[in-house]
């Protein structure tokens, strides 16, 4: 009985879910078919807000350029982590006590580790 009790729980969310997956759906085959179908030179002609286009579009970007943003990313991550830890210091350190400044310091020593690993590995170097 105990079973079918936790069955019954999960039913609320497996209609949402399909509903949700429904809805997707539907509307991405309602924008394919009703959607208008014009293509020309001027549609698939790149659009620079309004400066005339020059050359290709699909140039190669350095893979350097996506490295630095990806790392950009991750470590702007790992700082709002450390935002609110170091705004409320003290109140901090009187809650959560040794053990929070400790799991600081371990969080704060895996950052340098990623940090230093990425200089060594000339990550940020431009050529």
């Given at each position: 009985?105990?079973?079918?009790?936790?069955?019954?729980?999960?039913?609320?969310?497996?209609?949402?879910?399909?509903?949700?997956?429904?809805?997707?759906?539907?509307?991405?085959?309602?924008?394919?078919?009703?959607?208008?179908?014009?293509?020309?030179?001027?549609?698939?002609e790149s659009f620079e807000c309004g400066i005339?286009?020059?050359?290709?579009?699909?140039?190669?970007?350095?893979?350097?350029?996506?490295?630095?943003?990806?790392?950009?990313?991750?470590?702007?991550?790992?700082?709002?982590?450390?935002?609110?830890?170091?705004?409320?210091?003290?109140?901090?350190l009187h809650e959560m006590g040794m053990q929070?400044?400790?799991?600081?310091?371990?969080?704060?020593?895996?950052?340098?580790?990623?940090?230093?690993?990425?200089?060594?590995?000339?990550?940020?170097?431009?050529?």
């Amino acid at each position: 009985m105990k079973e079918q009790s936790l069955v019954s729980d999960y039913i609320p969310i497996l209609i949402q879910l399909c509903v949700a997956i429904g809805f997707v759906v539907a509307t991405m085959l309602a924008t394919h078919l009703i959607g208008p179908k014009r293509k020309g030179a001027n549609k698939l002609e790149s659009f620079e807000c309004g400066i005339e286009s020059e050359g290709n579009a699909r140039l190669p970007f350095s893979v350097k350029y996506f490295l630095t943003a990806i790392l950009f990313v991750l470590f702007d991550v790992e700082v709002i982590f450390m935002y609110p830890w170091a705004v409320n210091y003290k109140t901090f350190l009187h809650e959560m006590g040794m053990q929070g400044f400790f799991s600081m310091v371990i969080f704060l020593s895996l950052f340098l580790v990623g940090f230093y690993y990425i200089v060594r590995k000339g990550a940020l170097k431009w050529e």
